[in-house]
């Protein structure tokens, strides 16, 4: 994997704003079974599987939060889907695509809460998942 070959404590960014703004909306709604708050690295891998989904890169504005990239996607699988998708990029590429992917899909789903008041998260659910 490429992004293995990254070396180093990396970090990725987002706009703050939009970043509290979705994380404040989330665990209004969605906190955790023991009362606690979704931790920001939740978020932040929601928010790359909806950038990656709806194919939204965006670059982060001047006031951005860091978070640290070996916190973010712990079993791989948003990072073999953004290798896939960028075959050609090296590592340093893809950890800026995997930035802009955040970035995207922190705005969607900020802009999802400025027009509805909450994150249609369900919508990114595969509505073809049958109960066993």
Known sequence: MEFDKISGAQTVHVTTEKFDKVATSINETLENNDGNPVENTQIANLAIAVGFKEERREEPKSTNKPIKM????QDKVLRTMIERRHEDASA????DIMEQYLEGGI????????EQNYFEYHQYLDGD????
């Open 70 to 73: 070996e916190s973010l996607d």
């Open 92 to 95: 340093e590429d893809l950890k």
């Open 129 to 132: 998942v049958k109960e066993a």
């Open 107 to 114: 705005r969607e789903m900020a802009e999802d809460i400025d």
